[in-house]
């Protein structure tokens, strides 16, 4: 016989099922690609969380910032409280009442509008 082969000579000399092991292998590349993709974005260290912890390190780093500027403040008025005699007056006249002697004391009420008649 002559040898002349045919394409279906061809295909019984390749290893059945060949196109399928390698279709097998890329369709189980693109899983494994899709579930690396979808992790690396909504996983547990993914990029949805890494945006989460940036707008939380946002908040806190301006809560901070406003925690120093109060600490800041209070300090600044301890000291004035230690250190100024007027700023302890200023304090008792306004949150206890105090008056020093010889002062006279005026207390004046708002009168309530007459009502119609």
């Known amino acids: ?3 002349t082969a045919t394409p279906d000579d061809a295909r019984a000399a390749r290893p059945l ?7 097998l292998v890329r369709y189980a590349l693109m899983a494994v690609t899709a579930v690396v993709v979808i992790d690396a974005v909504v996983g547990e260290k993914g990029l949805l969380a890494l945006m989460r912890a940036r707008q939380e390190y946002r908040v806190l780093e301006s809560s901070l910032h406003s925690v120093r500027v109060e600490n800041q403040r209070l300090r600044e008025q301890a000291r004035r409280y230690r250190e100024d005699p007027a700023a ?4 008792a006249r306004k949150d206890l009442g105090l ?3 010889g002062e006279k004391l005026f207390i004046i009420r708002d009168q309530p509008a007459p009502g119609p008649r």
């Not at 302890?88 to 304090?91: G, T």
């Open 99 to 101: 008056i020093k002697p």
């Open 17 to 23: 099922g060949s196109s399928r092991a390698r279709r």
């Open 1 to 3: 016989m002559a040898d």
């Open 88 to 91: 302890i007056e200023e304090l």
